[in-house]
């Protein structure tokens, strides 16, 4: 880490901290929200360039928070310097060994509690809302789609009996999808690992949707959307990080 801000942090390097014990400070692991505050993180969720580490922006453009390509926002990486200076009051900032790149978003806070929530609830409504557990009649959108929820519920029961995975997950419903209103957008409530496994039910189910129309491209993108978490999933826990 060269720059002037980081010769302090040198003289400090493998100094004893009670008698012949060191200390290693090798990562600090967070929810966005708590590593925002606690490193006084300048970008964020909360701003419109998302990134602590590279210039990704919400605004249309080259720097678009979606754009991987090799030349996209994440070419251009911020320096230690820049966050030092960002967040030069703040006390956890300022450890020995705290580095830009050790800093990391926790997988349950910022996935199974976050990001997913809002990809299974959303992925549920649209099924239901498709009738994908079965055509009503039934006009009126409230009946209609908590009917279609209780079928996909007993759809989940059954599925994961089969492959014997224990899930508490109580019965779908709107007000368990945060989505009484009809503009609001869909979030599972969820514990971590219920969320993960009604996930991967629905990757199942959504490839079977989509493979029953496979001329719709928002169908494919909704099973490759819950198909890339699962596989995620399953790729850290086959290199034993999960």
């Given at each position: 880490m060269p720059?002037?801000?980081?010769r302090w942090?040198?003289?400090?390097?493998?100094?004893?901290?009670?008698?012949?014990?060191?200390?290693?400070?090798?990562?600090?692991?967070?929810?966005?929200?708590?590593?925002?505050?606690?490193?006084?993180?300048?970008?964020?969720?909360?701003?419109?360039?998302?990134?602590?580490?590279?210039?990704?922006?919400?605004?249309?453009?080259?720097?678009?928070?979606?754009?991987?390509?090799?030349?996209?926002?994440?070419?251009?990486?911020?320096?230690?310097?820049?966050?030092?200076?960002?967040?030069?009051?703040?006390?956890?900032?300022?450890?020995?060994?705290?580095?830009?790149?050790?800093?990391?978003?926790?997988?349950?806070?910022?996935?199974?509690?976050?990001?997913?929530?809002?990809?299974?609830?959303?992925?549920?409504?649209?099924?239901?809302?498709?009738?994908?557990?079965?055509?009503?009649?039934?006009?009126?959108?409230?009946?209609?789609?908590?009917?279609?929820?209780?079928?996909?519920?007993?759809?989940?029961?059954?599925?994961?009996?089969?492959?014997?995975?224990?899930?508490?997950?109580?019965?779908?419903?709107?007000?368990?999808?945060?989505?009484?209103?009809?503009r609001q957008?869909?979030?599972?409530?969820?514990?971590?690992?219920?969320?993960?496994?009604?996930?991967?039910?629905?990757?199942?189910?959504?490839?079977?949707?989509?493979?029953?129309?496979?001329?719709?491209?928002?169908?494919?993108?909704?099973?490759?959307?819950?198909?890339?978490?699962?596989?995620?999933?399953?790729?850290?826990?086959?290199?034993?990080?999960?």
């Amino acid at each position: 880490m060269p720059g002037a801000a980081n010769r302090w942090r040198a003289l400090m390097a493998g100094r004893a901290i009670a008698a012949s014990f060191r200390l290693v400070l090798t990562q600090v692991v967070g929810d966005w929200k708590w590593l925002r505050e606690q490193l006084g993180l300048a970008h964020c969720y909360a701003c419109r360039e998302v990134s602590h580490l590279c210039v990704a922006t919400k605004l249309k453009g080259m720097n678009l928070y979606c754009n991987f390509r090799r030349d996209g926002p994440i070419s251009r990486r911020r320096t230690q310097d820049e966050f030092l200076v960002d967040s030069r009051d703040l006390w956890l900032s300022k450890l020995p060994g705290v580095c830009l790149y050790s800093i990391y978003g926790d997988f349950m806070h910022i996935v199974m509690l976050g990001l997913l929530l809002i990809v299974s609830g959303s992925s549920l409504c649209g099924m239901a809302s498709e009738g994908f557990w079965g055509l009503t009649r039934i006009r009126r959108r409230e009946i209609r789609l908590n009917l279609q929820l209780r079928l996909a519920h007993n759809d989940f029961q059954r599925w994961r009996h089969l492959r014997r995975l224990v899930a508490s997950q109580p019965q779908f419903t709107l007000a368990r999808l945060s989505c009484e209103k009809s503009r609001q957008v869909p979030a599972l409530k969820a514990k971590a690992m219920n969320s993960m496994i009604v996930c991967a039910w629905l990757q199942v189910r959504s490839r079977q949707s989509f493979e029953k129309d496979a001329t719709n491209v928002s169908k494919r993108l909704r099973w490759a959307l819950l198909w890339s978490y699962v596989a995620l999933r399953n790729l850290l826990r086959n290199e034993g990080l999960y």
